[in-house]
């Protein structure tokens, strides 16, 4: 079955960059999004088709994806960016979720 | 607004079965797909089913295969998880998520479901 590895955690300090990766075979081919989740609380898209941003969603929030690797990069992060952080692959059967990071301001 | 209402969770004995709803509300609702995602309390989002807006196309993850059937309702907007032959490892927050393409625009509150003797 297809696999999306994502670095248990991330630590990251006021106004600095954090850069979550998310690794599969040939995950390139596939789109990929990435949700957001605080405790408590349902995930929220913030990236989707590997690049878009949602309506609402602050643009320090970017994606990328080439390869095996998709990358979400926060930028300026500040301290409501701290939750977890969840990959999924799509393609026409494939809906996999990476194993998440948890991503901290510290 | 866009509403997703999961009902239905609650304690079941390992064996026995449970039938999840999803009330949609504030979309057309049969314009779409819709998929279950569940998560272990503490642990990672696990996609569970998926159907297609038609109600064709059901297709669901190897872990509960031959156990539960996805389903819906377009005149009720309702969207159904028959689960059978519940196990311990099926204890999860279920969430019904709308697709819109290649993502989820919106997900419901979830609704736990306890596999316990």
């Known amino acids: 079955s297809y696999e999306l590895t994502q670095p248990p955690s991330v630590s990251v300090s006021p106004g600095q960059t954090a850069s979550i990766t998310c690794s599969g075979d040939k995950l390139g081919d596939k789109y990929v999004c990435w949700y957001q989740q605080k405790p408590g609380q349902s995930p929220v898209v913030v990236i989707y088709q590997d690049t878009k941003r949602p309506s609402g969603i602050p643009e320090r929030f970017s994606g990328s994806n080439s390869g095996n690797t998709a990358t979400l990069t926060i930028s300026g992060t500040q301290a409501m960016d701290e939750a977890d952080y969840y990959c999924q692959a799509w393609d026409s059967s494939t809906y996999v979720f990476g194993t998440g990071t948890k991503v901290t301001v510290l | ?117």
């Open chain 2, 1 to 117: 607004e866009v509403q997703l209402v999961e009902s239905g969770g609650g304690l079941v004995q390992p064996g026995g079965s449970l039938r999840l709803s999803c009330a949609a509300s504030g979309f057309i609702f049969s314009s779409y797909w819709m998929h279950w995602v569940r998560q272990v309390p503490g642990k990672g989002l696990v996609w569970v089913s998926r159907i297609k807006s038609d109600g064709s196309g059901a297709i669901h993850a190897d872990s509960v295969k031959g156990r539960f059937t996805i389903s819906r309702d377009n005149a009720k907007n309702t969207l159904y998880l028959q689960m059978n032959s519940l196990r311990a490892e099926d204890t999860a927050v279920y969430y019904c998520a709308k697709a819109d393409a290649s993502w989820y625009d919106y997900w419901g509150q979830g609704t736990l479901v306890t596999v316990s003797s």
